[in-house]
């Protein structure tokens, strides 16, 4: 199979994180004898430097002729100083309206090997598989108006969290067709005690999760449902989300299951899925090698398996990084006591040789 793919290494860590996601990809493609053409181009602070713009023309135009896209990670305090238009955020915010993205899609597993590497108790977190559908076209990041006004001290910024009913209605069915195939149940978290847009959520989820009668659908106050993710994360198995909401919780979930450096995403509804990892640009730790490459990685196990259709491929890849974590590896940020960490370029290149050394057998790697 041909596999075209537009890479876009972004800012701080991305670069380092993208190139062992590449070199994961590749060592699947020769495994199942697969071509793979990949064109880079530039995002965020990056192409901010080489062009004044966080997302040129040329890589809107480049992503859509792909059949995915793998990005890194965008994000730098030094373009603070930037107006909001040319912020490297806003390149990514643009690049998921271009591409269509509407539905978020974020597993949060806990690996029985990064039991002790969670900040909770090991019986609290054994067991997690947790699946966010964050809804990402919507809510206070891309409502209408938005300003700040005044002169300080008295200035005054207006951001409006805005929801349509058919764009609820698109993300709750994606939710619960994706219930279909795990474990049956959805939690669809708002504040409907608060807000008209939750109340427009609550009402339109339920309507929606009467299609699917074979779906147990419960309804959470994003604030309880963030007490509950630290408390009893086994209970949620698709946790259906707004903009904001889907954003603060799975990076929550990043750490209840032992980093937000192993969470992989990937951005669908459109022709193009945009599949990256959830940590962001890291820009503390850029250039240290010190960066985790899983999340990255396991983004290609999702673009095998949601892209492409080959879920042969998409397994191959989660078995390698079980086989490494099994073995003892941690990079820096999964470390426990007793143990030395290992680069960022070491861990991609065991996960690649772990496909590249295994034999292949109805789907799994032995």
Known sequence: MQLNITVLPGDGIGPEVTSEALRVLNAVAGKFEHQVRVNQKLIGGSA????????????????????????GAVGDPS????????????????????????????????????????????EIIRGTDILIVRELLGGLYFGEPRSTSGSAPNRSAIDTMHYREPDIERI????????????RRVTSVDKANVLDCSRLWRDVVTRIGKHYPDIELHHMYVDSAAMALVSRPSQFDVLLTENMFGDILSDQAGAVVGSIGILPSASLGGPVGLYEPVHGSAPDIAGKGTAN?????????????????????????????????????????????????IQCAEMGRRIAESISHAEIRTGQLT
């Open 48 to 71: 901010v430097v080489r062009t004044g713009n966080p997302l040129p023309d040329d890589t809107v135009q480049t992503c859509l002729s792909s059949n995915a896209v793998l990005l």
């Open 79 to 122: 373009f603070d100083r930037l107006p909001v238009d040319l912020r490297p955020e806003r390149g990514l915010l643009r690049l998921r309206q271009a591409l269509g993205a509407f539905a978020n899609l974020r597993p949060a597993t806990c690996f029985a090997p990064l039991l002790q590497s969670s900040p909770l108790r090991e």
């Open 172 to 183: 709750a069915t994606v939710a619960f067709k994706l219930a279909q195939a795990r474990s």
């Open 293 to 341: 490459p899983i999340g990255a990685i396991l983004s290609i196990a999702m673009m095998f398996r949601h892209s492409f259709e080959l879920e042969e491929e998409a397994v191959t890849v989660e078995s390698a990084v079980l086989a490494v974590l099994n073995k003892g590896y941690r990079t820096e940020d999964i470390s426990t006591v007793g143990r030395f960490p």
